[in-house]
Protein backbone atom coordinates (compact mmCIF):
# COMPACT_ATOMS: atom_id res chain seq x y z
CA UNK A 1 0.00 0.00 0.00
CA UNK A 2 0.96 3.54 -0.92
CA UNK A 3 1.74 5.55 2.14
CA UNK A 4 1.34 9.69 2.05
CA UNK A 5 1.63 12.49 4.45
CA UNK A 6 -0.66 15.23 4.13
CA UNK A 7 0.34 18.74 6.54
CA UNK A 8 -2.03 20.86 7.32
CA UNK A 9 -4.53 18.17 7.15
CA UNK A 10 -7.23 20.09 9.24
CA UNK A 11 -7.61 22.84 6.64
CA UNK A 12 -10.42 22.84 3.87
CA UNK A 13 -7.59 21.27 1.06
CA UNK A 14 -5.96 19.04 3.46
CA UNK A 15 -8.28 17.67 4.92
CA UNK A 16 -10.26 17.12 1.38
CA UNK A 17 -6.78 15.88 0.63
CA UNK A 18 -6.54 13.05 3.06
CA UNK A 19 -10.30 11.59 2.07
CA UNK A 20 -9.23 11.80 -1.71
CA UNK A 21 -6.18 9.58 -0.97
CA UNK A 22 -7.78 7.65 1.09
CA UNK A 23 -9.88 6.76 -1.58
CA UNK A 24 -7.87 6.13 -4.49
CA UNK A 25 -5.95 3.06 -1.63
CA UNK A 26 -3.38 5.40 0.12
CA UNK A 27 -2.93 5.07 3.96
CA UNK A 28 -2.68 8.85 4.80
CA UNK A 29 -0.90 10.00 8.22
CA UNK A 30 -1.31 13.95 9.14
CA UNK A 31 0.26 16.90 10.69
CA UNK A 32 -1.83 20.01 11.80
CA UNK A 33 -1.70 22.79 14.02
CA UNK A 34 -5.32 21.60 15.91
CA UNK A 35 -4.43 17.74 15.92
CA UNK A 36 -1.00 18.08 16.47
CA UNK A 37 0.09 21.24 18.13
CA UNK A 38 2.26 21.35 14.83
CA UNK A 39 3.95 24.66 13.58
CA UNK A 40 5.05 24.64 10.11
CA UNK A 41 6.93 28.20 10.89
CA UNK A 42 9.18 26.29 13.46
CA UNK A 43 11.81 24.20 12.75
CA UNK A 44 12.00 22.61 16.02
CA UNK A 45 8.08 21.68 15.71
CA UNK A 46 8.57 20.33 12.14
CA UNK A 47 11.36 17.65 13.54
CA UNK A 48 9.49 16.62 16.27
CA UNK A 49 7.01 15.65 14.09
CA UNK A 50 9.04 14.39 11.56
CA UNK A 51 10.38 11.95 14.46
CA UNK A 52 6.77 10.61 15.26
CA UNK A 53 5.39 9.93 11.74
CA UNK A 54 6.09 6.72 10.50
CA UNK A 55 6.95 6.53 6.04
CA UNK A 56 8.22 6.35 3.84
CA UNK A 57 6.00 8.27 1.89
CA UNK A 58 5.53 7.95 -1.79
CA UNK A 59 3.13 12.00 -1.82
CA UNK A 60 3.72 14.70 0.45
CA UNK A 61 1.21 17.38 0.00
CA UNK A 62 1.70 20.24 2.23
CA UNK A 63 -1.41 22.62 2.64
CA UNK A 64 -0.33 25.22 4.87
CA UNK A 65 -0.72 28.89 3.96
CA UNK A 66 -2.81 31.73 4.83
CA UNK A 67 -4.04 34.86 2.99
CA UNK A 68 -4.60 36.92 6.45
CA UNK A 69 -1.79 36.64 8.98
CA UNK A 70 -2.21 37.89 12.54
CA UNK A 71 -5.64 39.86 11.17
CA UNK A 72 -3.15 41.03 8.68
CA UNK A 73 -5.04 40.99 5.60
CA UNK A 74 -3.92 41.58 1.75
CA UNK A 75 -2.39 45.04 0.96
CA UNK A 76 -4.22 47.38 -1.55
CA UNK A 77 -2.00 49.46 -1.69
CA UNK A 78 2.28 50.06 -1.69
CA UNK A 79 1.69 52.27 2.11
CA UNK A 80 -0.12 49.79 3.84
CA UNK A 81 3.06 47.43 3.61
CA UNK A 82 4.24 46.39 7.03
CA UNK A 83 7.09 44.70 7.71
CA UNK A 84 6.02 42.42 10.16
CA UNK A 85 3.17 41.12 8.35
CA UNK A 86 5.19 40.34 5.33
CA UNK A 87 8.04 38.90 7.23
CA UNK A 88 4.69 36.64 9.29
CA UNK A 89 3.41 35.69 5.66
CA UNK A 90 7.16 34.94 4.33
CA UNK A 91 7.43 31.98 7.47
CA UNK A 92 4.15 30.85 7.06
CA UNK A 93 4.09 30.51 2.92
CA UNK A 94 7.58 29.89 2.20
CA UNK A 95 10.01 29.09 4.14
CA UNK A 96 7.56 26.50 6.36
CA UNK A 97 7.11 24.54 3.32
CA UNK A 98 10.52 24.61 2.31
CA UNK A 99 11.69 23.40 5.73
CA UNK A 100 8.68 20.73 5.30
CA UNK A 101 10.91 19.35 2.52
CA UNK A 102 14.31 19.76 3.87
CA UNK A 103 13.15 17.20 6.61
CA UNK A 104 10.65 15.33 5.17
CA UNK A 105 13.13 14.25 2.22
CA UNK A 106 14.25 11.40 4.46
CA UNK A 107 11.03 9.94 4.53
CA UNK A 108 11.04 9.89 0.92
CA UNK A 109 12.40 6.75 -1.01
CA UNK A 110 14.90 6.82 -3.22
CA UNK A 111 14.46 4.41 -5.72
CA UNK A 112 10.42 4.53 -7.19
CA UNK A 113 8.55 7.62 -7.55
CA UNK A 114 7.58 10.01 -5.35
CA UNK A 115 6.09 13.67 -4.94
CA UNK A 116 6.13 16.50 -2.78
CA UNK A 117 3.50 19.33 -3.14
CA UNK A 118 3.22 22.32 -1.91
CA UNK A 119 0.64 24.52 -2.48
CA UNK A 120 1.08 27.68 -4.29
CA UNK A 121 -1.25 30.27 -6.02
CA UNK A 122 -1.56 32.04 -9.11
CA UNK A 123 -1.18 35.57 -7.41
CA UNK A 124 2.26 34.43 -6.73
CA UNK A 125 3.30 34.63 -10.83
CA UNK A 126 5.42 37.71 -11.10
CA UNK A 127 4.49 37.07 -15.09
CA UNK A 128 0.52 36.81 -14.66
CA UNK A 129 0.43 39.82 -11.88
CA UNK A 130 -1.37 42.42 -13.97
CA UNK A 131 -3.79 43.98 -10.85
CA UNK A 132 -1.23 44.90 -8.15
CA UNK A 133 -1.84 44.74 -4.44
CA UNK A 134 -1.89 41.74 -2.23
CA UNK A 135 2.13 42.83 -1.62
CA UNK A 136 2.78 39.99 1.14
CA UNK A 137 0.98 36.90 -0.24
CA UNK A 138 2.26 37.87 -3.60
CA UNK A 139 5.54 37.98 -2.50
CA UNK A 140 5.45 35.07 -0.28
CA UNK A 141 3.82 32.63 -2.88
CA UNK A 142 6.62 33.91 -5.50
CA UNK A 143 9.24 32.98 -2.23
CA UNK A 144 7.83 29.52 -2.19
CA UNK A 145 7.83 29.04 -6.10
CA UNK A 146 11.71 29.89 -6.36
CA UNK A 147 12.76 27.60 -2.83
CA UNK A 148 10.71 24.66 -4.26
CA UNK A 149 12.25 25.44 -7.67
CA UNK A 150 16.07 25.72 -6.42
CA UNK A 151 15.19 22.44 -4.21
CA UNK A 152 13.65 20.54 -6.79
CA UNK A 153 17.27 20.56 -9.15
CA UNK A 154 19.39 19.18 -5.33
CA UNK A 155 16.80 16.84 -4.39
CA UNK A 156 17.09 14.82 -8.27
CA UNK A 157 20.26 14.23 -7.31
CA UNK A 158 19.82 12.24 -4.29
CA UNK A 159 16.62 10.97 -5.71
CA UNK A 160 16.43 10.93 -9.30
CA UNK A 161 12.59 9.66 -9.72
CA UNK A 162 11.15 12.86 -7.29
CA UNK A 163 9.04 15.17 -8.20
CA UNK A 164 8.88 18.25 -6.15
CA UNK A 165 6.44 20.95 -7.48
CA UNK A 166 3.99 23.71 -6.88
CA UNK A 167 0.40 23.36 -7.45
CA UNK A 168 -2.23 26.14 -7.92
CA UNK A 169 -5.72 25.01 -6.67
CA UNK A 170 -7.62 27.80 -7.77
CA UNK A 171 -10.21 29.46 -5.40
CA UNK A 172 -11.77 27.01 -3.02
CA UNK A 173 -14.45 27.31 -0.65
CA UNK A 174 -13.16 27.36 2.27
CA UNK A 175 -12.80 29.23 5.36
CA UNK A 176 -9.41 31.11 3.80
CA UNK A 177 -11.77 32.59 1.12
CA UNK A 178 -14.93 33.28 2.71
CA UNK A 179 -14.50 37.01 3.19
CA UNK A 180 -13.61 37.28 -0.70
CA UNK A 181 -16.26 36.21 -2.12
CA UNK A 182 -16.01 38.42 -5.40
CA UNK A 183 -13.81 35.08 -6.78
CA UNK A 184 -15.87 31.90 -7.97
CA UNK A 185 -14.63 29.15 -5.65
CA UNK A 186 -15.04 25.06 -5.82
CA UNK A 187 -16.05 22.88 -3.12
CA UNK A 188 -13.08 21.52 -1.11
CA UNK A 189 -13.22 18.67 -2.35
CA UNK A 190 -13.71 19.44 -5.75
CA UNK A 191 -10.46 21.18 -5.70
CA UNK A 192 -8.45 18.13 -4.22
CA UNK A 193 -9.56 15.88 -6.34
CA UNK A 194 -8.30 17.87 -9.57
CA UNK A 195 -5.05 18.19 -7.25
CA UNK A 196 -4.10 14.78 -6.79
CA UNK A 197 -5.52 13.81 -10.40
CA UNK A 198 -2.48 16.27 -11.36
CA UNK A 199 -0.08 15.02 -9.06
CA UNK A 200 -1.15 11.27 -10.66
CA UNK A 201 0.26 12.55 -13.78
CA UNK A 202 3.59 14.18 -12.95
CA UNK A 203 6.64 12.28 -14.52
CA UNK A 204 10.05 13.46 -12.76
CA UNK A 205 11.03 15.40 -16.04
CA UNK A 206 8.04 18.00 -14.47
CA UNK A 207 9.91 18.22 -11.13
CA UNK A 208 10.50 22.16 -10.49
CA UNK A 209 7.46 23.67 -11.91
CA UNK A 210 4.31 25.56 -11.04
CA UNK A 211 1.31 23.57 -12.12
CA UNK A 212 -2.85 24.63 -11.71
CA UNK A 213 -5.58 22.39 -10.52
CA UNK A 214 -5.92 21.21 -14.65
CA UNK A 215 -2.50 20.35 -15.04
CA UNK A 216 -1.46 23.69 -16.93
CA UNK A 217 2.06 25.19 -16.63
CA UNK A 218 1.84 28.69 -14.81
CA UNK A 219 4.09 31.55 -15.95
CA UNK A 220 6.86 32.40 -12.93
Known amino acids: MKRALVVGASGGIGSASVQG ?12 RSADAFDITD ?12 GPFETVIV ?6 VNQCGPEKQLKALRPDALAAQFALNAAGPALML ?16 ALSARVGSIGDNRL ?10 AALNQLIHTAAI ?14 HPGTVATRFTA ?22 NLSPSQSGGFFDWRGAQVAW
Open 102 to 117: NHVLQHMPRDRRTVFA
Open 154 to 167: EVARSHPHAICVLL
Open 63 to 68: ATGALE
Open 179 to 200: NYPNHAAVPAQEAASNLIGVIE
Open 43 to 54: EDSIIAAMARVS
Open 132 to 141: GGWYSYRASK
Open 21 to 32: LQRRGHQVATLS
